[in-house]
């Protein structure tokens, strides 16, 4: 058996048993919250690199480069 479709089957396990266990509406609310943690993370990159382009501009110095 191939490594993908042990992987889709392990995949589609889990989400049965998550939709067993915690129901439609529970194993909705995992994936909304998951979905909700990746675009917060997506910001929080965006945010540090805003941060870093306001601090050059600024002129700044970083915490890192000043030794």
Request: no cysteine.
């Amino acid at each position: 058996m191939e490594t993908s479709l042990i992987s889709l089957y392990l995949t589609m396990f889990i989400v049965i048993a998550m939709i067993w266990y915690a129901g439609i509406e529970g194993t909705m609310r995992v994936f909304v919250y998951l979905e909700l943690q990746i675009k917060y993370l997506w910001i929080r990159i965006q945010m540090h690199f805003m941060k870093r382009r306001l601090q050059k501009q600024l002129g700044i110095p970083s915490k890192f480069t000043d030794f």
